[in-house]
T-cell receptor, first 114, second 114 residues
Framework: AQSVTQLGSHVSVSEGALVLLRCNYS??????LFWYVQYPNQGLQLLLKYTSAATLVKGINGFEAEFKKSETSFHLTKPSAHMSDAAEYFC????????????FGKGTKLSVKP | DADVTQTPRNRITKTGKRIMLECSQTKGHDRMYWYRQDPGLGLQLIYY???????NKGEISDGYSVSRQAQAKFSLSLESAIPNQTALYFC?????????????FGPGTRLLVL
């Protein structure tokens, strides 16, 4: 069965520091993987997606994620945090390739200190 | 802009009342979903619909029902609301033709059951 684990419910970084949000997945089929961001009082916005093409995926707002099959990981990174990056981030895996429903992790809340 | 809209954005109701949350989209997507979000639990799938005549239960469908009135409209009903249905509810859509599996979310409805 497919599942997603996000390590760390809260992550705090200083402005300008590296952002690293961890996601590990379990999937019995080649996974489709996603990162979403949720700003306060808003819905989820798609940041980026991995659909079996390039293993390094670039998304919006300077974020990127690398698919590592050997580690079953899809960690989200940004070289330099901005105050506007403060939000909750969700990793998700599709349960049936491109046509399956999504299973979401429990989320990681990112705080950015000035 | 093509979008996913939800009404109402906020709702307070009493235990035992029947309420309906509505979702409409102008994206032209064929698939629609209802999720609930509770703090620390991520998103849980309530119901999903792959087209107007195809409606399926998700992982937490008890106490909920849905209606797909048209390709663009998908409503969620709480037949007899109870306090533990207090949550943030999201509608989402996806397009089966794109083969990416990505879902696009509305802004959410915050429901409080007293």
């Amino acid at each position: 069965a497919q599942s997603v684990t996000q390590l760390g419910s809260h992550v705090s970084v200083s402005e300008g520091a590296l952002v690293l949000l961890r996601c590990n997945y379990s999937s019995s089929v080649p996974p489709y993987l996603f990162w979403y961001v949720q700003y306060p009082n808003q819905g989820l916005q798609l940041l980026l997606k991995y659909t079996s093409a390039a293993t390094l995926v670039k998304g919006i707002n300077g974020f990127e994620a690398e698919f590592k099959k050997s580690e079953t990981s899809f960690h989200l990174t940004k070289p330099s945090a901005h105050m506007s990056d403060a939000a909750e981030y969700f990793c998700a895996v599709s349960v049936g390739g491109s046509q399956g429903n999504l299973i979401f992790g429990k989320g990681t809340k990112l705080s950015v200190k000035p | 802009d093509a979008d996913v809209t939800q009404t109402p954005r906020n709702r307070i109701t009493k235990t035992g009342k029947r309420i309906m949350l509505e979702c409409s989209q102008t994206k032209g997507h064929d698939r629609m979903y209802w999720y609930r979000q509770d703090p620390g639990l991520g998103l849980q799938l309530i119901y999903y619909s792959f087209d107007v005549k195809d409606i399926n239960k998700g992982e937490i469908s008890d106490g909920y029902s849905v209606s797909r009135q048209a390709q663009a409209k998908f409503s969620l009903s709480l037949e007899s609301a109870i306090p533990n249905q207090t949550a943030l509810y999201f509608c989402a859509t996806s397009d089966s033709r794109t083969y990416s599996g990505a879902q696009y979310f509305g802004p959410g409805t915050r429901l409080l059951v007293l």
